[in-house]
């Protein structure tokens, strides 16, 4: 799996910004922290809210665990639509590897959507534990970087309909 991100550069696409999720989640994320942090002062009313963000949290982590499921069940359509016949076909029409593509960009979705859930929760138990809150700089780092992790997650899974609306293009192609 590593291997497959690490030859599509798909580590790349957190800070690329050509790609239109990065564009959106920076500019969403910068927004949000100017609001919460600047308007709010989030950091000084943070024990006011914090039980709150843990229900906010615990949502977003079923929220991601369906989103999980729904990567997963898109790897499944689209490699059950390849047969060996078809992708002959797409090869005749298709010189950007496109399927591959797709599918990698399936599975580094997956596997970004499980390093945030494994970090949310470890998120969500220090608000349960007895420690005490980062210093404001750190914290501000902190909830800037899952921020935007967050809203760069949301954009990308959506951006990978675009990629699906590609190989059905493909697919009609090869039909032709």
């Keep these: 799996m590593i291997e497959r991100i690490k030859s599509y550069n798909r580590y790349k696409d957190y800070y690329t910004f050509s790609c239109i999720e ?32 843990k229900q906010i949290i615990l949502a977003i982590l079923g929220g991601e665990f369906t989103l999980l499921g729904m990567s997963l069940a898109g790897m499944a359509i689209i490699t059950s639509l390849i047969s060996p016949d078809f992708l002959h076909a797409i090869g005749k029409v298709d010189d950007n590897d496109t399927i591959n593509r797709v599918l990698s960009h399936f599975e580094f979705s997956a596997l970004d959507l499980g390093i945030q859930i494994s970090y949310l929760l470890l998120v969500y138990f220090a608000f349960i534990s007895t420690m005490e809150v980062l210093n404001k700089i750190p914290f501000i780092i902190c909830s800037t970087l899952v921020c935007y992790h967050f809203f760069f997650n949301l954009f990308y899974i959506i951006s990978l309909i675009g990629e699906c609306i590609k190989i059905n293009k493909i697919k009609t192609q090869s039909r032709e």
């Design 22 to 53: 990065v564009k959106i989640a920076t500019i969403i994320t910068f927004i949000l922290m100017f609001f919460i942090f600047g308007v709010l002062n989030f950091y000084e009313i943070f024990s006011v809210v914090q039980e709150d963000l």
